[in-house]
């Protein structure tokens, strides 16, 4: 293993290029303070386009969300699981399939954790499971802390705007 980079673990493997997504805001529209259940879950209209054009480029597809909602009891992990199972089942039945979902259940006023944004942790883990190489990859967020949880290990960002169109940014990422 190559001690100057702690993903290079799959030395004979190919690396491959991710677009990490956060959830709400991006994926989903975000009602500005949670999705609290499937019942509130509405995936955006460009979505699903962007990321066959995505796929086509070669890119997989991993989440990266702050479910923070969890530590403050408005919701819990079976709501999450639930929305996320809703979403692979749309995505694979688009042929856009998620790879992996990532999420932090904590919250800053709750406690403090190293996996929830800005931490870089999940997209670490990520990186190193799926021998993601961060140099080819991007991270799309409507928050400076989804961008910097990313930056943090070497991938680029495309901050957009809340619940704006993924469409219209996909050119922004090579």
Known sequence: MDSSN????FEEKPRLKA??????G???HDPSDYTRNIDEFTILPTVIESLKILKERGYVFIII????GIAKGI???DEVAEIHDYLREVCESNDTPILD???????EVKGRSLSRKPGSLMVERACARYN?????SWMVGDKQRDIDCAAAVGVRGV????NDALIDYIDKMV
């Open 65 to 68: 969300t702050n479910q923070g």
């Open 101 to 107: 979902i990532y999420y932090s259940p904590h919250h």
């Open 75 to 77: 919701y819990g992990h």
């Open 26 to 28: 991006v994926i989903n």
């Open 159 to 162: 901050l957009i705007n809340p």
């Open 132 to 136: 993601i190489d961060p140099k080819i």
């Open 19 to 24: 677009i990490f997504l956060d959830r709400d």
């Open 6 to 9: 702690i993903f290079n673990n």
